[in-house]
């Protein structure tokens, strides 16, 4: 399973109703990589009841088409996760989302969320043996929000999209199933995890983690 083997994508974007540094920030970063995805293309904008979108569009790939759906307040993006997965078949699939819109600008998120496209992205990873591959593993519970052994903190990852629906079965959707999703279905040998990675419990919103690795 090779660079030539189809790529899609799975993308979930808030939007309340005003652009954030963040929204710019992520869809600069969407725009860049857009022609690597070769495959279907899943882009789900949630919002809260009317909102004007235009704004939204603007900053998105021209041939990009999206779904409006009802944001969940409580539950967030993980309502919609396992729709989208059942909306792509073959290859792989990379599933990110528009990171940090609800929070101030924060430099290590900054760092994070280039990291979390660059280290992704420029090098596909091979998933004919490995079900998921990710930056930011943090291996070993991070009790309440992922109690599973291990995560992609900030959930942006790769994963074989045949294998893993295999494995699909009925699941509690709460907040953080996005995040829990790849322990959830594999095992961690079973997992890539690309630089950076940690035996500790990171903070990765901090810029002082990224300049100590």
């Known amino acids: 399973m090779g660079v030539d083997i189809p790529k899609n994508l799975i993308y979930f974007i808030y939007y309340g109703g005003k652009l954030t540094h963040y929204h710019r920030l992520n869809l600069r970063l969407l725009n860049k990589y857009w ?9 789900k904008v949630a919002i809260d009841g009317r ?15 999206i779904e409006v759906v009802e944001n969940n307040r409580i539950l967030g993006e993980s309502v919609h996760f396992i729709d989208s997965i059942n909306r792509v078949k073959n290859g792989i699939t990379f599933y990110a989302h528009c990171k940090g819109v609800s929070r101030p600008v924060w ?10 496209y660059k280290r992704n992205l420029e090098t596909i990873p091979d998933l004919s043996i ?7 593993g943090k291996l070993l519970p991070c009790p309440p ?19 893993v629906k295999a494995r699909l079965g009925n699941y509690e959707i709460n907040r953080y ?12 040998s079973e997992c890539h995890f690309v630089y950076p990675y940690s035996e500790k419990n990171l903070n990765f919103y901090e810029e002082r983690t990224w300049m100590s690795l």
Request: proline share 6%; net charge negative; with cysteine.
């Open 35 to 43: 022609s690597l995805f070769d495959g279907k293309k899943v882009v």
């Open 51 to 65: 909102t004007f979108l235009e704004p939204l569009k603007s900053l998105l790939p021209s041939e990009c088409e």
């Open 107 to 116: 430099s290590g998120l900054d760092i994070w969320i280039e990291q979390s």
């Open 130 to 136: 490995k079900l998921f591959s990710g930056i930011c």
């Open 145 to 163: 929000y992922v109690p599973q052994e291990f995560h992609y903190s900030g959930s942006f990852y790769w994963f074989n999209t045949d294998k």
């Open 177 to 188: 199933l996005t995040e829990r999703f790849p322990a959830i279905i594999a095992n961690k």
